[in-house]
């Protein structure tokens, strides 16, 4: 069974302040993983899609990374605009099958 | 840009009616998807449709069934609704595995 655990649960920073938000994965073959941001209320809107460890995709204030194990959503000089909740997913490789397992998601508070 | 509708943002029914839950795509994507999102579940997969008239189960598709007889068009209907499906429910399409997919705005639904 696909497995996605994304850490920490909740992240408050200061405008300015860089992180990162983890995603580790189980997927038995790895066709992508997904990063979404939502707003309260709203539905996910998709930022990235990484397909191989060593993949690294950027915007704006954004940069997703990706391993054999875990992605990482880095976060430079955050503003309070980019509060929101971030959701990562895999896809496993199986034929057409593009269904997707969601981790619970990190909840980003970045304050003025 | 991708357009996803669903047909109602908030929703109020009564234990044991019938709902039904709308979503249009605009993008003649071939997949479509319905979810529903929870507080510390995240986003799990109810029904899943790859083309016209098929439909698979999800995770969680017990308590509902789904409805694509025209291709941009992906129905939600609760047989019999219960307190237990209070919840927000998220339609997504996408063009194929690999491919991103676009969420709705979502419907918060609330069964008393």
């Known amino acids: 069974e696909d497995q996605v655990t994304q850490s920490p649960e909740a992240l408050r920073l200061q405008e300015g302040e860089s992180s990162s938000l983890n995603c580790s994965y189980t997927?038995?073959?790895?066709?992508?993983l997904f990063w979404y941001r939502q707003d309260p209320g709203k539905g996910p809107e998709f930022l990235f899609t990484?397909?191989?460890a060593g993949e690294e995709k950027e915007k704006e204030r954004l940069k997703a990374t990706l391993t054999k194990k875990e992605s990482f959503l880095h976060i430079t000089a955050p503003k309070p605009e980019d509060s929101a909740t971030y959701l990562c997913?895999?896809?496993?490789?199986?034929?057409?099958?593009?269904?997707?397992?969601f981790g619970k998601g990190i909840t980003l508070s970045v304050r003025p | 840009d991708v357009k996803v509708t669903q047909s109602s943002r908030y929703l109020v029914k009564r234990t044991g009616e019938k709902v039904f839950l709308e979503c249009v795509q605009d993008?003649?994507?071939?997949?479509m998807f319905w979810y529903r999102q929870d507080p510390g579940l995240g986003l799990r997969l109810i029904y899943f449709?790859?083309?016209?008239?098929?439909?698979e189960k999800g995770d969680i598709p017990e308590g509902y069934s789904v409805s694509r007889e025209k291709k941009e068009r992906f129905s939600l209907i609760l047989e019999s609704a219960s307190t237990n499906q209070t919840s927000m429910y998220l339609c997504?399409?996408?063009?194929?595995?690999?491919?991103?997919?676009?969420f709705g705005p979502g419907t918060r639904l609330t069964v008393t």
């Open positions: 997504a399409s996408t063009l194929g595995a690999s491919y991103e997919q676009y």
């Open positions: 997927v038995s073959g790895l066709r992508g």
């Open positions: 990484l397909y191989s």
């Open positions: 997913a895999v896809q496993r490789h199986t034929g057409a099958n593009s269904k997707l397992t």
């Open positions: 993008m003649d994507h071939e997949n």
């Open positions: 449709s790859y083309d016209v008239k098929m439909k």
